[in-house]
């Protein structure tokens, strides 16, 4: 349930990390040591990305089974409406249930990029599958009918780029949990004050499930700018001037994405918030280094 405005706990929040299913070796490295530096924080969960269209599905699958087996961490599998029927999703559905993942994360998903090398929606938007589900709610709906999965959704706190309203956003996410969703993580935003505002909307509405705050660690700031605008989060100016002039200075640039990370998560923790989803982009330094100031650690051995 969201919570009402608190002080900051004295405790540490609870965290959960995304990752994304690598497409080479050394991605793949990369990937697996970003899951070894992290397991040791004990995230409630880990999340592994699925690509447009449907397109890394065996990769996703085969990135979930292993977190699950060999890091002995709980893994959730994203899963999306785009490019397949309904009988298709729910058979991989059922795989992940075999595999003993018990956690899904379901989206409607983008279409893959179209030809002339532009993006989903540039390519002329979403158009369901014709033997598919259509949206979300739909998707979650079948899951539910599949096996009793844990099922998180996606949250706009500024409102889905191609939603009408934010009040037809808001309306979405609640027939999302009405089908049966247990969580909602929200995109990555900036503006933090929006955040608040939108859990007190959102409860005003009788969603009652947690909503767990999207935070994204800043590596770049010119791709953070891109797709920001691709996902309509608006960047304030202080975050902006924040970044500015370090695109050739990658050490004072990672100290600042840390601390304007910590405001952001200290000032959410201020609302009440103890829950915070990190977005990896499967590197571990900048989320290690948040989660230390927020008081999330690695146990130590003892002496």
Not at 206 to 221: A, K, M, Q, S
């Amino acid at each position: 349930m969201t919570s009402p405005p608190s002080s900051t706990s004295t405790h540490p929040p609870s965290v959960s990390f995304e990752f994304f299913p690598p497409k080479t070796e050394k991605m793949e490295r990369s990937l697996w040591e970003a899951v070894l530096r992290l397991a040791p924080l004990a995230p409630d969960f880990v999340s592994v990305t699925y690509g447009a269209g449907g397109s890394t599905r065996e990769r996703t699958h085969a990135t979930v089974a292993r977190i699950q087996s060999e890091a002995g961490l709980i893994a959730a599998a994203h899963l999306t409406c785009v490019g397949a029927s309904r009988e298709e999703i729910n058979d991989i559905a059922r795989s992940y249930w075999q595999a003993g993942i018990r956690h899904i994360v379901a989206l409607r998903g983008d279409p893959p990029a179209s030809a002339d090398g532009s993006g989903g929606l540039g390519g002329g938007g979403y158009r369901p599958h014709p033997d598919g589900y259509a949206y979300a709610v739909d998707l979650v709906e079948g899951l539910r009918s599949v096996a009793d999965f844990e099922i998180s959704v996606a949250a706009y706190p500024e409102g889905h780029p191609e939603a009408v309203s934010l009040e037809a956003d808001l309306d979405n996410l609640k027939r999302k949990i009405d089908a049966g969703a247990t969580r909602a993580i929200s995109q990555f935003f900036f503006d933090t004050d929006k955040f608040p505002r939108f859990l007190e909307r959102a409860q005003r509405a009788g969603i009652t499930v947690p909503i767990i705050p999207g935070i994204l660690p800043i590596t770049n700031f010119t791709r953070t700018v891109d797709m920001a605008g691709k996902c309509g989060a608006s960047i304030p100016s202080w975050f902006a001037d924040a970044f500015d002039g370090l695109d050739n200075d990658p050490e004072t640039r990672q100290m600042v994405a840390a601390n304007v990370a910590v405001r952001q998560c200290q000032q959410l923790r201020r609302h009440g918030v103890h829950e915070f989803h990190f977005y990896t982009l499967n590197r571990a330094d900048l989320t290690v280094a948040i989660c230390h100031m927020l008081g999330v650690r690695a146990p130590q051995p003892a002496l």
